[in-house]
């Protein structure tokens, strides 16, 4: 059976698995950035289908659009109190931010 693409050269099944592999590495670098990941969890997330991702760079810390694009995931699936937690390290890292709305993100 043929794929039908969408002319972006992807099929429905290559934009769900990268979808779901984004969701997981946003999951993954909001329990890293609160110290929810123990090395146990790592591990058995580095064996998984998509490794142990994170929408984040670890080496520098996240940066503020990193952040921001973490919050906007989390505004979109209702995930408000995660919202709230990277508000505190967005606004801790970058006290520019704390006076900033959601429209200028966007």
Same mark, same amino acid.
């Given at each position: 059976m043929e794929q039908e693409d969408y002319?972006?050269?992807?099929? +429905? !099944?290559e934009m769900q698995k990268e979808e779901e592999m984004l969701t997981t590495a946003f999951n993954n670098s %909001?329990? %890293?950035l609160t110290n929810k990941v123990t090395m146990d969890y790592v591990l058995h997330a580095s064996e998984s289908e998509f490794g142990f991702v994170l929408a984040h760079n670890t080496h520098v810390g996240p940066t503020k659009m990193e952040l921001e694009n973490? /919050?906007?995931?989390? /505004? !979109?699936? !209702? !995930?408000y109190e995660k919202?709230? +937690?990277?508000k505190g390290i967005l606004n801790k890292e970058y006290p520019e931010s704390i006076n900033e709305s959601l429209e200028e993100w966007l």
């Open positions: 002319g972006y050269g992807k099929s +429905v !099944e %909001y329990n %890293y973490m /919050i906007l995931h989390f /505004i !979109e699936t !209702e !995930e919202c709230a +937690v990277l």
